[in-house]
Every structure is written in C-alpha cells, then in structure tokens.
C-alpha cells in the first residue's frame, strides 16, 4: 500500500518513527568520543589504563598516609585526603566506561548511565574548585598567621569548609542536571565526547540553548572565577610575607609549602578556564576531548605525584611507615 495516497496514515508513520527514535534516545546515548580515530583508539586504551591505575593507587597511598601516620593529623592533610578521595571519585566517575567504550565496538551508554555520569562530573568539579580556594586559605593562615593557626583552622572550622565544598558541588550538580538532560533531542542520540559532559550534550539539543548556554556560563563564572580570585588574592598575600622573611632557609621552606598546591591549582584551573570559560564553548571538539581526558585523568593522577615529591613530610611518612613493616 501507498502510504502517499493516504496522508493521514503517512503522517502517522511518521509520528511513530519519531516516537521510536525519541524512545530509544530515552534508554541509551552512543559516545562517538575517538571512534573517528579507530588507530588511536588501542593505543589510547592502554595509555588510559595504565594512567587510572596509578591514579587509583596514588591517591589511594595519601588517604593511607594521611590517615595512618598521627604526625599527618594536620588540617593541610585532611584537606589533601579530601582532594584524594575527590580525585578518585572523579576519575571512576568516567574513565571505566571510556575504557569499556575504546576496548570494543559497543559506544552505547544508558540514559541512567549518563545522567549519573553528567551529575558527578558537575558535582565533583564543583567540589574540586572550591576545595582548591579552601586549601589555599589554610596555606595563607599557616605562613600570614603562623602564630595563631593552630586557633584558626581547629577542626570544626576545616569540616564546615570541606561541607561548603561538597555542597556547593551538589547544587552545581542538582541545578544544571536536570536542566542539562531534559533538553528536546529529536532522535540525536549521538555524543561527540568520550563522556556525557554538558557542553557535549547541550550541542545535540534541536531547540534554542541561548539561554541554557547563558545559565552555563553565569554558574562557571560563580564555581570557577569566585574561588579562583580567592586562591590569587590568598597567594597574594602569601607572596608579600614571603617577600619579607629574611632567611633564604624560611623562603624556601615556604616556597616548597606552597609550591605543590600551586603546581595543581595551575594545571587544573587552566583547562577548566579554557574549556567553560567562553561563551558557547567555542573550543573546538577535538580539543575539548583532549582537554577533558586532560584533566579528569592526567591532573588526578599528577596530584599524588606532585604533593609527593614536592613534600618531605609525605616522605618522610611513607619511610616511616615502611620501616615498621
């Protein structure tokens, strides 16, 4: 039968191809992420790989440290346990399934799948960016208010900073969530990211994202240029004590105390500002695929590394706890 003889049946066909493409953009989403560079891809897995397994043990080792060790019991380490374990969380929240992904043919992910990808994304970026600015205000009390740190950054006062954190992740991740994967999609249930980030997603809606994208950018000046002019003001600060320590032992002991934080708050800030900063995300996608895996993979894996080295008091631990085994 001759569907265009009968338009109210062709139009009906039509209706029931869209309500099917729609339902099957409802239960799974397919990540395009580097299929378009089938070559890349095996050797992508196997750099992947090997990186989140040493993030996974590198944080993993500072929780321990930290937690083991009475003489790590300071407020500088419980903030760093929490980067830890905040590092852990983010980097399992997508590289599991990113493996999964570049390991076979299959690209698909859930509709659940992704939208707890998206809120821990959001949340736990969040959470980072406002820990950073809480790690470098107990830095400028320990070296402007040596005297009276001790005072200041008492236990309660470090837990209500580190639940200011992770709230403020939250709501980053319970406002723009729902907002994020409600968008009309049309049938385009194809991603072109390794993840299911915002901006990658807000790309395949088929309705005005002005707005949306405005929301966007509205909160990334407030998660991210708030406590990032927080961390330059408290370094700020930190620079103009330092400048006026005489001894070159008291410099460089301060230098290295807070050298390691500003070597993470670089390379985590930098592809953060890049990426979220500029109205419509206008980085390109490749670019942003690398700048993501950039910094959901290689900085949680430099941080342990970084506040290692950097640090002799992790050091000295880890010999510590070594030697009584």
């Known amino acids: 039968m001759n569907l265009a003889c009968f338009p109210w049946l062709f139009y009906m066909h039509v209706l029931t191809i869209n309500a099917m493409i729609n339902q099957s953009c409802q239960e799974q989403f397919i990540l395009l992420g580097f299929s378009d560079r089938p070559r890349l891809e095996s050797t992508l897995f196997v750099f992947v790989l090997i990186f989140y397994l040493v993030t996974l043990v ?13 003489c790590l019991h300071t407020p500088m380490y419980f903030f760093l346990t ?3 374990f905040l590092d852990l969380c983010f980097t399992t929240s997508s590289i599991p399934q990113l493996l999964f992904n570049l390991g076979g043919q299959d690209k698909s992910i859930s509709y659940i799948g992704c939208a707890i ?4 994304f959001l949340g736990l970026g969040g959470t980072e960016c406002v820990l950073l600015a809480v ?3 107990d830095r400028f009390t320990a070296i402007c208010k040596p005297l009276h740190y001790a005072v200041i950054m008492h236990s309660q006062l470090c837990w209500k900073l580190v639940s200011v954190a992770w709230s403020v992740g939250l709501l980053n991740s319970l406002v723009m969530s729902p907002v994020t994967m409600k968008l009309p999609r049309c049938g385009r249930c194809q991603v072109r990211h390794f993840l299911c980030e915002m901006p990658a ?8 994202t002005v707005a949306v994208e405005s929301t966007v950018f509205i909160l990334s000046v407030i998660i991210v240029l ?10 700020s600060y930190i620079a103009l004590a330092v400048m006026k320590i005489k001894s070159a032992a008291g ?3 301060a230098f290295n105390t807070c050298g390691s934080h500003l070597t993470v708050v670089s390379l985590f800030y930098g592809n953060i500002v890049y990426m979220y900063m500029q109205p419509g995300h206008k980085a390109s996608q490749d670019q942003g695929k690398f700048l993501t895996l950039f910094y959901n993979l290689v900085t949680p894996m430099l941080n342990p590394v970084i506040y290692t080295l950097r640090n002799k008091d992790v050091k000295g631990s880890l010999k510590r706890l070594m030697t009584r085994k």
């Open 58 to 70: 590198g944080n993993i080792i500072i929780i321990l440290v930290s937690h083991l060790d009475p």
């Open 82 to 84: 929490n980067l830890s």
């Open 117 to 120: 990808q998206l809120f821990m």
């Open 135 to 137: 790690m470098a205000y």
């Open 201 to 208: 997603l807000i790309k395949i809606a088929c309705v005005d």
């Open 226 to 235: 708030v406590p990032l002019t927080l961390i330059l003001i408290s370094y």
């Open 251 to 253: 410099r460089r002991k």
